[in-house]
């Protein structure tokens, strides 16, 4: 059969997002060595879950190969990890990852063979809309499940694809460039993994979207992975004080070494949270013509008082957990603490992806001046951000080695996404060899 010839402007102009086309229409460019290769991953198929060897397809001309050498499994996939419903396609869970570039397609400009790289949740492309927009932390290519083509093969031929386009839980990741952000550090594989999503999702929550002022009130709702990235925020970013929340023992306990200030937990005498709260964050004086405010325990002149910056990263409880459980499974009640918690004019992030309807007062949102930021891996530009991270860390002033539980091999992913989905660990990493 004949080759159709694709010009590179002509692939250019198609980009990934018509990606299983191009690849059917321009063998010429998207053939390499790389077809064919083998290597284990977790691979989630049907209603089963486990490590399987696959063959890898050949690399499309924007697409980057990765040897995988740590991975930190997100809480956001257990339940789809665990197979507790079917799957309609074969796919490798997680959508971070960190290891070294081994190839790269004919059009990759960003890495080089041998680089060490973070892959990171979210994508910057720098060309499309979004990123056109100032808003690369909704570059469109992230989440590129609905334009990706299979990556590799299961031994019977299934096709297998990559989770959210990156399936960190795998020897080799095949990704866009987009999402790899080469690092230039002698830092652990194991600690610049968690740059891929949770502790940068917090961290750039305080420090790229809500941007902490010195010396400001930071509360966090939720003293996980991702909470203890905003508490460092806090920390680094000179909070005045950073109040966690949480109603799990041992992560209080760590929140407090990490940075907190306050910890409270939320099961105790749920109903007086927020005045709590309101009280902990007052001003030194009610007297208003001397800078400080006065304030009811009703009304409007309520939200005086409040955070400056509150950030709800509790989420929903996918499973029960084998810690302490939250008061409302379904992660809603701190979302609207977190909103009711912010002082008039403040900053609120949501960032725990409840599924549910949430619902505020509509005169509040009207006047209360509160801005809402969206939590989407907490505004990352990530080829801005994560290398500013990363000299913090050489600084020791971000410390991603204390987050790390444990770690785990290839064979026991499975539990490091169960302990993940116990809340039995902070942080587990799957390593490769
Ligand atoms: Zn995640
Ligand atoms: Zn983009």
């Not at 997100?74 to 419903?85: F, G, H």
């Not at 690092?183 to 594989?189: E, H, K, N, R, S």
């Not at 991603?400 to 499975?414: E, G, L, P, V």
Request: positive net charge; hydrophobic residues 40%; contains cysteine.
């Amino acid at each position: 059969m004949a080759r159709k010839r694709v010009s590179r402007r002509s692939a250019l102009k198609a980009g990934v997002t018509a990606g299983a086309a191009m690849f059917a229409a321009a063998p010429a460019i998207a053939q390499n060595a790389q077809g064919g290769r083998r290597f284990r991953a977790f691979v989630r198929h049907g209603t089963t879950a486990g490590v399987e060897e696959l063959r890898l397809r050949p690399l499309e001309p924007r697409q980057v190969l990765v040897r995988t050498q740590a991975t930190a499994p997100c809480y956001t996939i257990v339940a789809a990890s665990l197979a507790t419903t079917p799957a309609q396609q074969a796919q490798v869970p997680n959508h971070c990852g960190f290891g070294v570039v081994e190839d790269v397609g004919a059009m990759v400009r960003r890495v080089q063979k041998g680089d060490r790289v973070v892959v990171a949740g979210t994508s910057q492309c720098g060309v499309c809309f979004q990123c056109l927009h100032g808003n690369p932390d909704y570059c469109q290519f992230t989440f590129g499940g609905d334009v990706w083509s299979p990556y590799a093969e299961m031994s019977d031929g299934t096709p297998v694809f990559a989770a959210a386009g990156v399936g960190g839980l795998a020897e080799l990741m095949v990704t866009l460039e987009d999402y790899c952000c080469p690092v230039f550090t002698d830092l652990p594989a194991t600690e610049l993994t968690l740059l891929g999503d949770q502790l940068t999702s917090g961290f750039s929550a305080g420090h790229s979207a809500m941007r902490f002022e010195p010396g400001s009130n930071v509360v966090v709702f939720g003293a996980g992975p991702v909470g203890v990235g905003v508490i460092q925020a806090g920390k680094v970013l000179g909070a005045g004080q950073v109040i966690a929340i949480d109603p799990v023992r041992y992560r209080r306990d760590f929140a407090l070494k990490m940075g907190a200030t306050t910890v409270l937990d939320p099961a105790v005498d749920p109903d007086t949270l927020v005045d709590r709260i309101r009280e902990l964050c007052k001003a030194p004086t009610d007297r208003k013509l001397a800078g400080g405010h006065t304030y009811t325990k009703q009304g409007f002149a309520a939200a005086a008082r409040g955070a400056d910056f509150a950030v709800e990263c509790a989420g929903l409880q996918v499973f029960p957990p084998r810690v302490e459980a939250q008061p409302d499974p379904t992660g809603v009640l701190p979302v609207k603490q977190a909103w009711e918690c912010t002082r008039m004019g403040g900053h609120v992030m949501l960032m725990g992806l409840v599924r549910q309807d949430v619902s505020f007062p509509g005169v509040s949102l009207a006047l209360l001046g509160r801005t809402i930021h969206p939590g989407q891996q907490g505004g990352l530009h990530m080829m801005r951000d994560l290398p500013r991270m990363i000299r913090l860390m050489e600084k020791g002033r971000i410390d991603a080695k204390s987050m790390i539980t444990r770690t785990y091999s290839i064979d026991a992913t499975r539990q490091a996404i169960q302990d993940c989905a116990d809340r039995t660990i902070m942080i587990g990493v799957v390593t490769y060899s």
